[in-house]
C-alpha cells in the first residue's frame, strides 16, 4: 500500500527517519532500527556548522522588553556578537524605529474605533472591501526592514530579518561573510 500518511515538519518536508516519533511501520526501511543500518540514532537531524551562512551559530537575537508593557518592543541595547560589527547608533536607531512603528500600530485613536464600530454593524464584510489598519502598519514594518537589511546590514554582511517571521518574539540579525540570496 504506497498511499501511507507521513508525518511532516514543514509543508512537503517528511520527518527524518530516524525521528522517534515516527512509527517504525511507516518507515522507508521497513522499521530497521538505527543501529541495524549502521548508523547513530541522531545522523539524520542537522546540526549547524560554524561555516553555515543560515546556521544557529551565526545568528544574534535581540529579545523582546517588556518593560512597558505588552507592546511589542525590542532591546536597544546592542548584543555583544556585534560589537564592532555596527556601531551602536545605527542599531539603536534602526530598533528604535521598529519600536515606532508597532507603537503606532498598537494606538487607539477615533479613527480606530469608529472603523471597529462600521465594521461590526456590517457583519464584517468591510473587512473584505479595506486593509485593517494593523496590517498596513506591519507592511510598512517590513518595508522598513527589507530597506533597512538592503541598505545597512547587507554592506556589513549582516542579515536583518523581519520580526514577523519570528512570531515577534525576536529580532533577528544573521552574522555571514557572504550573502547570495
Known amino acids: 500500500m504506497s498511499d501511507r500518511y507521513t508525518p511532516t515538519l514543514f509543508e512537503g518536508e517528511p520527518l527524518p527517519a530516524t525521528s522517534p516519533r515516527l512509527?517504525?511501520?511507516?518507515q522507508p526501511n521497513g522499521g530497521s532500527s538505527d543501529?541495524?543500518?549502521g548508523q547513530s540514532p541522531t545522523s539524520a537531524i542537522p546540526v549547524p556548522s560554524d561555516n553555515a551562512?543560515?546556521?544557529?551559530?551565526?545568528?544574534?537575537?535581540?529579545a523582546r522588553d517588556?518593560?512597558?508593557?505588552?507592546?511589542?518592543?525590542?532591546?536597544?541595547?546592542?548584543?555583544?556578537?556585534?560589537?564592532g560589527r555596527i556601531s551602536q547608533q545605527v542599531f539603536e536607531n534602526t530598533i528604535r524605529s521598529?519600536?515606532?512603528?508597532?507603537?503606532?500600530?498598537?494606538t487607539l485613536t477615533s479613527q480606530l474605533v469608529l472603523r471597529n464600530c462600521m465594521s461590526c454593524m456590517t457583519g464584517y464584510l468591510?473587512?473584505?472591501?479595506l486593509e485593517n489598519p494593523y496590517e498596513q502598519h506591519m507592511r510598512r514594518l517590513s518595508t522598513f526592514v527589507l530597506q533597512e537589511d538592503e541598505t545597512v546590514y547587507r554592506p556589513l554582511n549582516l542579515r536583518l530579518v523581519d520580526p514577523l517571521e519570528r512570531g515577534l518574539?525576536?529580532?533577528?540579525?544573521?552574522?555571514a561573510r557572504d550573502f547570495r540570496d
Do not use: K, Q, W
Not at 512509527?23 to 511507516?26: G, K, N, R, V
Not at 508593557?69 to 555583544?80: H, I, K, V, Y
Not at 521598529?98 to 498598537?106: D, K, Q, Y
Not at 468591510?126 to 472591501?129: L, S, Y
Open 23 to 26: 512509527d517504525p511501520a511507516l
Open 53 to 62: 551562512g543560515d546556521g544557529l551559530r551565526n545568528c544574534v537575537f535581540v
Open 98 to 106: 521598529i519600536n515606532e512603528i508597532f507603537r503606532r500600530a498598537e
Open 35 to 37: 543501529a541495524e543500518r
Open 66 to 83: 517588556y518593560s512597558e508593557g505588552n507592546t511589542p518592543a525590542f532591546s536597544t541595547e546592542l548584543p555583544p556578537p556585534l560589537h
Open 169 to 175: 518574539r525576536c529580532v533577528e540579525i544573521r552574522l
Open 126 to 129: 468591510m473587512d473584505f472591501c
